[in-house]
Nanobody, 116 residues
Framework: QVQLVESGGGSVQPGGSLRLSCVASGFTFSSTRMNWYRQALGKERELVATISSTGRSTNYADSVKGRFTISRDNAKNTVYLQMNSLKPEDTAVYYC?????????WGQGTQVTVSS
C-alpha cells in the first residue's frame, strides 16, 4: 500500500532554515510526480511545490519562490523540501502528496513553526 512518511519539521526563528523529507513506498516512485502542500491553522491546504518524476521540472507557489527548493532522490524514494529565509507566515503543517492511479495519497504531516 502507498505510504508517505514526512520528517524534518520543527521550530525555527525567522530567517532560519529547515529541510523536510518524505520517504515513499508502495508505488513506483520514480514514475510519479511528487508535491508538498501546507495548511496553516484556519486556512485551506495550499500547494507549495511540485516536482516531476525525473526531477527536471519544478514549480512553486509565488509565496515561496526563491526561498524553497524541492528535490528528489529516486534511488532513495525520497522527496525533499529545503526551506530557507523562513518567515512567520510559513508556519503550517506540511504534507507530502502524490496522485497514483487516480487516488490522492497524503503523509501524516510535519509541523513547521517560525517564531521569534
Amino acid at each position: 500500500q502507498v505510504q508517505l512518511v514526512e520528517s524534518g519539521g520543527g521550530s525555527v526563528q525567522p530567517g532560519g532554515s529547515l529541510r523536510l523529507s518524505c520517504v515513499a513506498s508502495g508505488f513506483t516512485f520514480s514514475s510519479t510526480r511528487m508535491n508538498w502542500y501546507r495548511q496553516a491553522l484556519g486556512k485551506e491546504r495550499e500547494l507549495v511545490a511540485t516536482i516531476s518524476s525525473t526531477g527536471r521540472s519544478t514549480n512553486y507557489a509565488d509565496s515561496v519562490k526563491g526561498r524553497f527548493t524541492i528535490s528528489r532522490d529516486n534511488a532513495k524514494n525520497t522527496v525533499y523540501l529545503q526551506m530557507n529565509s523562513l518567515k512567520p507566515e510559513d508556519t503550517a503543517v506540511y504534507y507530502c502528496n502524490c496522485y497514483y492511479r487516480s487516488d490522492a495519497y497524503w503523509g501524516q504531516g510535519t509541523q513547521v513553526t517560525v517564531s521569534s
